[in-house]
Nanobody, 122 residues
Framework: QVQLVESGGGLVQAGGSLRLSCAAS????????MAWFRQAPGKEREFVAA????????DYADSVKGRFTVSRDNAQNTVHLQMNSLKPEDTAVYYC???????????????WGQGTQVTVSS
């Protein structure tokens, strides 16, 4: 089992940057593929980015390609989401998730953090 804690959210102006972090408990972090999802008010949770256990596979939602970068540090049990050129439509609660299988479907992920709020002002 793994516990996840996100940090790094906040309020930023459009065009700005934020770096989200997700710290995982346990000794088997490298056994899990990791992903970021987000949920805006009144909308369904949506996929943002995914990274495989050792970073060999990475995927992004079309809406964030070229602006967001996902990375992981297995020695530090952390995964990061660097968000640049932020837009008001990026405003959402961002969640990190872990699962032993790599994927982009939220229902497939077994472990979730509590979320961190990102607000982008225009």
């Amino acid at each position: 089992q793994v516990q996840l804690v996100e940090s790094g959210g906040g309020l930023v102006q459009a065009g700005g940057s934020l770096r989200l972090s997700c710290a995982a408990s346990g000794r088997t972090f490298s056994s899990y593929a990791m992903a970021w999802f987000r949920q805006a008010p009144g909308k369904e949770r949506e996929f943002v980015a995914a990274i495989s256990r050792y970073g060999g596979s990475i995927d992004y939602a079309d809406s964030v390609k070229g602006r967001f970068t996902v990375s992981r540090d297995n020695a530090q049990n952390t995964v990061h989401l660097q968000m640049n050129s932020l837009k008001p439509e990026d405003t959402a609660v961002y969640y990190c998730a872990a699962d032993r299988d790599y994927g982009m479907e939220s229902r497939a992920f077994d472990y979730w953090g509590q979320g961190t709020q990102v607000t982008v002002s225009s």
